[in-house]
Nanobody, 115 residues
Framework: QVQLVESGGGLVQAGGSLRLSCAAF????????MGWYRQAPGKQRELVAR???????NYAESVNGRLTISRDNAKNTVYLQMNSLKPEDTAVYYC?????????WGKGTLVTVSA
């Protein structure tokens, strides 16, 4: 069993920054993808950013250039540095980890960006 512990959400003004962290604990085998999704009120969950074990990344077009994903393989931790935040970035952010083809999800952390 794998558990994901997220931290770093909160309230920030537009233009501000936040850094999210997600650490994976438990019976961890080979972790391939690590990523962040988000779900805004009334909307479907969407991919924000994803990173492979080798460091290749992909981002949603709406966040490209403002958000940066990174990971520390030794700590089984993934980060999301969020800069130049906009009110439309307001959502619950979920950590996602793929371990030997099995997806695991964190409980989510709320990010609120005020205008």
């Amino acid at each position: 069993q794998v558990q994901l512990v997220e931290s770093g959400g909160g309230l920030v003004q537009a233009g501000g920054s936040l850094r999210l962290s997600c650490a994976a604990f438990g019976s961890i085998l080979s972790i391939n993808f690590m990523g962040w999704y988000r779900q805004a009120p009334g909307k479907q969950r969407e991919l924000v950013a994803r990173i492979t074990g080798g460091g290749s990344t992909n981002y949603a077009e709406s966040v490209n250039g403002r958000l940066t994903i990174s990971r520390d393989n030794a700590k089984n931790t993934v980060y999301l540095q969020m800069n130049s935040l906009k009110p439309e970035d307001t959502a619950v952010y979920y950590c996602n980890v793929d371990s030997i083809g099995i997806p695991y999800w964190g409980k989510g952390t709320l990010v609120t960006v005020s205008a």
